[in-house]
C-alpha cells in the first residue's frame, strides 16, 4: 500500500502542477484579451491578407488569405532549407572526405575550413553575406555574364528560365525512369542473392535517366526553350534585367551561409562514418578477393552510411530550423511573412505563434519519425 | 605506360631526377609568387592558356621526378609520403600552395598595409584598404552597447567578481569539498545574480540606476549565456531524471516537453517570449524583455542540456545501479551520491557543446530588438556619419566570437579526451 502512494503521489503532483501552470496561463490569457477586446479564433486566416511578398514560389498578392500567405511562407522555407541541403550535404560529403585524407595540406585546409565556419554564429554569416560580401556585387548595368547567360548583380541572381512544351509527357518519362529503376535494382538484389551474379546497375540507371528523357525530345514532341535575362533600361540612371528569374539576393546570401554552416557538421559526420568502420572489415573483404570497387560498394559504404545518415538527418533538420534567421534580413520566409508582417496586422499573437511553432515542430518530429523507421530497418540484427 | 619510363628514376639517374624536379617545382612556386606579390607575369609571352597553367604543369612534371617509394632522404620521403603520394595528391598540393600564394598579398594589404587606424572621423579613412578606425570608435559600443561611459567599470568589476567567484571552489578546504556542488549549484548562481543585478543595473548602494535597454554589446552576450547556462543546468537535470523514470505520468510529461521545445527554432521561442508571453501574465505583472529572452533561452536550451545528461545516465554500467540498490538507497539518495556524481564528470564535454551553441546563438536576441553584439553593428552600420563599413564591423565580430567558440571547442575537446583515458 505504502509502496503504491510512493508511486501515484509524485505522478499526482507533477501532473497537478503542470495543470495549474496552463491552468493559470489560460486564465490570464483570457482575461488580458477580454479587456483588450480581442477575441481568440483561426478564423482571420480566410481574411484579405493586403499586404505583399516581394519573392514567392505560388502566386499571391495583396487579395489572397492569410491562409495563402502562410502557404508562401512555408514554401520559401522550404525551398531556401531544399537548396541550402544539397549544396550542404556537397560541400559536407568533399571536406568530410578530405579530412581523411593522406595529403597533409588537403587535410589540414578541410580542418580548417570546418573551424573556421563551425565557430561563427550564423547569424553573423547570413549579415556577413548579405550587407558585406553581396553588397560589392556591381549594379545591372554594369554586370558581365557568368558562363554566357547568367547575371549575378547586386539585385540578385538571374538565370534563364525554361519554356516548356508538352512537359507532362516528359515527366511521365521522367515517372518511367524512376519506377524502372527501382525493378532493375530489386532484381539486382535479388539476382546476386540468388545466384551470385551481379549486373551493372548503374550504368544502366545512368543510360536510362539519359535515354529515355531524350526520347521524348524527337519523339514525344517536347521542347525545350530558354527564356535569357535581358538588361532593360527603366529610366535614365535604374536598369533591371527582364526575363528569366531572378534569385534575390536575400536567398543567396541565406543559401551561402546555411549551406557553409551546416555543411562542416555535415562534414564531421561523413569523416565520423567513415573512421567508424574497422581497418578489418576492409582486409576480410580483400582476402575473399573483392577488388577496391567491390569493396567500397558492398562493404565500406553499407556500414558507413548507417553510421552517417542519422546524425545528417539531424543537421538537415537543424538546417530546416536555422533557415527561420532569414527573418534578419528580411526573407520572406514563414516567421518573417507569417510570424512578422500576418502578427503585426491581424494582432492575434497565440494564435499565430501557436501555428508557426506547431508548423516547424510537425516537421521536425515527422522527420524524427521516419529517422527512427529507418534506423530499426538498417539496424544490425544479432542473434 | 612502358613508353613513360623514361620520366620515372630509377637507381642510376635518380640525383638528376630529384635536382630536375625540385628546379621545376619551385620554379613554378616562383612563378606563381612573383605573379602575385610583385604583378609580374614572367610567362607573359606565351599564349593564353598555357600562360596560366604553365606553373601548374611545371610543378606537376617536378613533383612526378621527385617521387619515389624510398630514397633514403629523410626530407624526401617526408615530402613524398605526406604531399606527393600519387598525380591527383600532387595536383591537389599545388592546387592549395597556389591558392595560399595567391590569396595572400590582396588580403594581407586589405587588413594591414592599406588599412587605416589613426583618427576618429570617417575622413581619417583614405587608404584602399580597411577603416580599423571605425572599430577603433566604435569599440565601446561594440563592448558595452548603450551602456553610460563613465560607468563601464561597473560591468568590468561585475564580470571580474563573477569570474572569481568561480573559482573559488578550487580554494575550499578540504573537510567543507563535500559542498562543492552545492555551491555550484545553488549558492553561486544566486549570488552571480545578485552581483550583475546590483553592480550592473545598479538602483542601491549609490549607484545610478541603468535600465536593460541601455545594456547590450558584447557583454550582454556574455550576460545571457552565463545566466541561461546556470539555470538550464539544473532544469535539463531534473528533466534528464524525469525521462528516465519508472512513474509513467513523468516521464510522458519530460518526453512532451524536451521533444517540443528541441523541435521548434529559437527564433519562433523568442517571438513567443516578446509577444505572446506577456498575454500569459496577469494584467498589471511588468517583466522586463531581458528577463522574458533569458527565460525562453533557458527553457529552450534546458531540453537539449537534459539529452545530454541523459546520454550519461544511460552510459553508466547497470551494476552501479543495482550496487546502490543493495545497499538499500532510495531513489534521491542513489541519485544524489552514486549516479549523478558519476553521469556528471561523464558529460561535462557535451554540457561544454551545449553552451557552445548557447553562445552561438544568442546573437539571435537581436530579432527581439536586444542590442547585443551583432545588433550593435546593426546600428553602427546605419549611422549616417559611418555608412559603408560593414564588411569591417562583421569581420572584427567573426574574429571575436571565432575566438571564443574556438578555445570552447578546443577545451571541450581536451576534457573528452581527458576523461576517455580514465574510463
Known amino acids: ?383 | 605506360m612502358n613508353s613513360l619510363n623514361f620520366l620515372k628514376s630509377n637507381k642510376q639517374n635518380f640525383y638528376y631526377f630529384l635536382y630536375l624536379g625540385l628546379f621545376l617545382f619551385s620554379i613554378s612556386i616562383l612563378d606563381v609568387a612573383i605573379n602575385a606579390f610583385l604583378k609580374i607575369n614572367i610567362t607573359s609571352f606565351l599564349p593564353g592558356i598555357l600562360s596560366i597553367f604553365l606553373p601548374l604543369i611545371l610543378g606537376f612534371v617536378g613533383l612526378n621526378f621527385i617521387r619515389t617509394e624510398y630514397s633514403g632522404i629523410k626530407s624526401l620521403d617526408i615530402i613524398n609520403k605526406n604531399i606527393n603520394t600519387n598525380n591527383f595528391n600532387a595536383i591537389l598540393t599545388l592546387l592549395i600552395i597556389f591558392a595560399i600564394i595567391k590569396a595572400t598579398p590582396p588580403s594581407l594589404s586589405w587588413m594591414i598595409f592599406d588599412a587605416n587606424i589613426s583618427g576618429d572621423t570617417k575622413e581619417a579613412c583614405t587608404g584602399t584598404g580597411a577603416c580599423w578606425t571605425y572599430v577603433k570608435v566604435w569599440f565601446r559600443r561594440f563592448m558595452y552597447g548603450m551602456y553610460p561611459n563613465d560607468l563601464h567599470w561597473r560591468i568590468n568589476l561585475a564580470f571580474i567578481l563573477v569570474i572569481a567567484l568561480g573559482f573559488f571552489g578550487f580554494f575550499l578546504r578540504d573537510n567543507l569539498k563535500k559542498y562543492l556542488a552545492l555551491y555550484y549549484v545553488i549558492i553561486y548562481p544566486i549570488i552571480a545574480f545578485l552581483v550583475i543585478y546590483y553592480l550592473i543595473s545598479g538602483g542601491a548602494f549609490g549607484l545610478v540606476w541603468v535600465e536593460t535597454g541601455a545594456w547590450g554589446g558584447l557583454s550582454l552576450t556574455f550576460i545571457v549565456s552565463f545566466f541561461c547556462l546556470i539555470f538550464c543546468f539544473p532544469l535539463g537535470m531534473v528533466l534528464a531524471l524525469g525521462r528516465r523514470s519508472s512513474l509513467p505520468m513523468i516521464r510522458y510529461i519530460s518526453i512532451g516537453y524536451i521533444e517540443f521545445w528541441r523541435g521548434v527554432p529559437l527564433i519562433t521561442v523568442l517571438f513567443m517570449s516578446s509577444v505572446m508571453f506577456p498575454m500569459f501574465l496577469p494584467e498589471d505583472f511588468f517583466m522586463d524583455k531581458l528577463v522574458r529572452v533569458i527565460i525562453a533561452i533557458t527553457l529552450f536550451e534546458g531540453a537539449y542540456c537534459a539529452e545530454v545528461i541523459r546520454g550519461g545516465l544511460q552510459a553508466l554500467p547497470r551494476g552501479q545501479y543495482d550496487a546502490a540498490k543493495s545497499l538499500g538507497m532510495g531513489y534521491w539518495k542513489m541519485h544524489i551520491f552514486v549516479i549523478l556524481p558519476q553521469a556528471l564528470k561523464l558529460v561535462i564535454p557535451g554540457i561544454c557543446n551545449t553552451f557552445l551553441a548557447l553562445v552561438k546563438d544568442t546573437p539571435l536576441i537581436f530579432v527581439v530588438g536586444l542590442a547585443e553584439l551583432a545588433g550593435m553593428l546593426a546600428l553602427a552600420k546605419t549611422n549616417p556619419k559611418w555608412l559603408g563599413f560593414a564588411m569591417e564591423g562583421y569581420i572584427f565580430a567573426a574574429i571575436i566570437f571565432w575566438i571564443i567558440c574556438y578555445a570552447m571547442s578546443k577545451y571541450s575537446y581536451n576534457l573528452e579526451a581527458k576523461y576517455k583515458t580514465e574510463r
Open chain 1, 1 to 383: 500500500m505504502n509502496n503504491k502512494i510512493k508511486k501515484i503521489l509524485p505522478q499526482i503532483i507533477t501532473v497537478l502542477f503542470v495543470l495549474g501552470i496552463f491552468g493559470f496561463f489560460t486564465f490570464n490569457a483570457q482575461n488580458n484579451m477580454d479587456n483588450r477586446g480581442i477575441d481568440f479564433g483561426f478564423g482571420f486566416l480566410t481574411q484579405e491578407s493586403s499586404f505583399d511578398v516581394q519573392f514567392s514560389l505560388i502566386e499571391y498578392s495583396g487579395s489572397h488569405s492569410y491562409a495563402r500567405a502562410y502557404l508562401v511562407g512555408l514554401l520559401n522555407t522550404l525551398l531556401v532549407s531544399f537548396i541550402s541541403i544539397i549544396f550542404c550535404t556537397i560541400l559536407g560529403v568533399i571536406f568530410g572526405v578530405a579530412r581523411l585524407s593522406s595529403n597533409y595540406l588537403i587535410r589540414n585546409s578541410a580542418a580548417w575550413y570546418v573551424e573556421f565556419f563551425r565557430n561563427i554564429p550564423l547569424l553573423l554569416q547570413i549579415f556577413f553575406w548579405y550587407y558585406a560580401a553581396l553588397r560589392a556585387l556591381p549594379v545591372p548595368e554594369k554586370a558581365g555574364p557568368w558562363f554566357g547567360v547568367t547575371y549575378m548583380t547586386i539585385k540578385g541572381y538571374y538565370i534563364p528560365s525554361f519554356i516548356w512544351t508538352n512537359l507532362d509527357i516528359f515527366l511521365y518519362s521522367i515517372l518511367a525512369v524512376i519506377i524502372s529503376i527501382i525493378i532493375i535494382s530489386t532484381y539486382a538484389k535479388k539476382l546476386q542473392e540468388n545466384e551470385g551474379k551481379q549486373i551493372p546497375v548503374f550504368f544502366i540507371s545512368l543510360g536510362l535517366i539519359f535515354l529515355l528523357p531524350a526520347l521524348t525530345f524527337f519523339i514525344g514532341g517536347v521542347s525545350l526553350d530558354f527564356e535569357i535575362p535581358a538588361l532593360k533600361q527603366l529610366s535614365k540612371t535604374s536598369y533591371v534585367f527582364d526575363g528569366g528569374i531572378g534569385l534575390p539576393p536575400e536567398l543567396i546570401a541565406l543559401v551561402l551561409a546555411l549551406s557553409l554552416y551546416t555543411s562542416t557538421f555535415v562534414a564531421e559526420c561523413v569523416r565520423a562514418g567513415i573512421q567508424g568502420i574497422g581497418k578489418g572489415q576492409k582486409e576480410a573483404a580483400a582476402s575473399v578477393g573483392l577488388t577496391p570497387n567491390q569493396i567500397l560498394k558492398l562493404v565500406v559504404m553499407p556500414q558507413a552510411l548507417r553510421i552517417i545518415i542519422p546524425p545528417t538527418t539531424n543537421q538537415y533538420l537543424n538546417l530546416t530550423k536555422n533557415s527561420s534567421l532569414a527573418a534578419a534580413i528580411a526573407y520572406p520566409d514563414l516567421v518573417l511573412v507569417f510570424a512578422g508582417t500576418a502578427l503585426m496586422q491581424t494582432g492575434k499573437a497565440i494564435e499565430i505563434v501557436s501555428i508557426t511553432m506547431l508548423t516547424y515542430l510537425s516537421i521536425s518530429l515527422a522527420i524524427a519519425a521516419i529517422m527512427n523507421w529507418y534506423n530499426k530497418k538498417i539496424e544490425i540484427k544479432e542473434k
